[in-house]
């Protein structure tokens, strides 16, 4: 059992770190904190590189921590490398995914450069929620190791793999395995009710203002768009994700 | 033309006060802020009661403000008054819509203690996008007139009936009028895919946690659960209803 008291303590240090970009990429760990998501990860605990316990707090029953790394730590601490305003006394060091190819995927959602940390969690949890094998992430996309990414996610970045890919190279290796790619638009394609899905697809999504780049919509099988009844001029791209993934899901 | 350059003005105090949920409902009145949002208010100028405008900023030519007043403010003052990082040097005083009756509407949603204001915004977005005619919100579901909610509805805020209504008595009025009222469950129900939806249709949504109170669902026409085939426990509520709502459009 490791125990930390000050907060110039080099772990400290390190665990605030992480909070950046830079670091997460550097270490391929991500931090995250509060009883729900530590609860998600120690599902898989292969990923969990070190548990962080506030002294004030108890581990649930049901937690089973045997073989990891606890560390123990003061509330001012845990408040030091908490990003929320109240804490839950629990966060934990992560392992990025490792995993980076596409493998028998029948069903993958392309994201083309979301930008709002909320938007992407909730599409994952959304593809999660799904059924989606995986997530492939284009250039300009926000880090999903984020820690609000994190947060919208709701743990389903434990439970489904993401992966980055150049978006042209990734659609050539989907179609190369009979994945047919949908792309989404608000201008061109047609009403996706119109359109016949086929059982494997991969659902490609665009940034919040600009939409799916010019260039990926010419790679795709077809592309849809989601009509707008009323004076709304778009829809939330996290919602237009929702709509469009589970009505290609179809009724199985 | 009225202009103010002190921070102690007593208007500027009224409209700080404008970020309580008290003073909102106190005056009948809200703020908004940020070009976007003024613009898609002056698309009904009677909602506008004031314009404001930092002194930096020029009114763009497309706007028409006659007859409005307005205001003109010193950076430090529209500072004072925004709750974003970097105001746009517009804001607004809009008047709250007086309409509070259920009048000949053929499609609704009904809101049940929806608590996060992105998630109320974003599901006022995606209600106009469907082209519904009205929204009902029920006891313990988060202000519509809070500056977030105001900004995830995108200026959907604008555009559709946002009423306050016990949810029993808003279910009896709609059935009245021949709505088939449907309530979202997690646990209970049919598959949103198997049930019949009526023409004309009232979709309940329920909080973010404990979801449709029980009594509200037993009020109803038929409860909708939608399938999770991942591990995700359950879908975002917004995203949910974004799926039902256009689901429920069927094909027209």
Not at 3 to 14: A, D, G, L
Not at 20 to 46: M, P, Y
Not at 68 to 88: F, G
Not at 121 to 149: E, M
Request: one cysteine or more.
């Amino acid at each position: 059992m490791k125990r930390i008291e000050s907060v110039q303590n080099q772990k400290v240090k390190q665990w605030r770190k992480l909070h950046t970009k830079k670091e997460r990429e550097t270490t391929n760990t991500f931090l995250i904190e509060g009883l729900h998501l530590v609860e998600e990860a120690l599902k898989d605990k292969s990923v969990i590189k070190e548990l962080i316990i506030s002294e004030e707090t108890s581990i649930p029953a049901h937690w089973n921590v045997d073989d990891l790394s606890i560390t123990y730590v003061t509330n001012e601490i845990m408040k030091a490398i908490s990003e929320t305003e109240s804490h839950q006394g629990a966060a934990a060091v992560c392992a990025q995914s490792e995993q980076q190819e596409i493998v028998s995927w029948k069903k993958a959602v392309l994201i083309d450069a979301i930008q709002d940390p909320g938007n992407l969690g909730t599409i994952i949890r959304t593809a999660d929620a799904a059924g989606i094998d995986g997530i492939i992430l284009g250039d300009g996309t926000v880090d999903p190791y984020n820690s609000k990414v994190i947060r919208s996610s709701q743990g389903s970045i434990f439970h489904i793999p993401i992966i980055k890919r150049k978006l042209d190279q990734a659609i050539s290796e989907l179609k190369d395995q009979d994945v047919a790619i949908y792309g989404t638009s608000l201008q061109n394609g047609v009403d996706y009710r119109k359109a016949e899905i086929k059982e494997s697809f991969a659902l490609l999504i665009g940034n919040e203002g600009s939409g799916v780049n010019e260039n990926w919509l010419k790679l795709t099988n077809q592309n849809l768009y989601i009509p707008i009844y009323g004076k709304a001029e778009s829809l939330n791209a996290g919602i237009a994700a929702g709509i469009l993934l589970y009505h290609c899901l179809g009724n199985k």
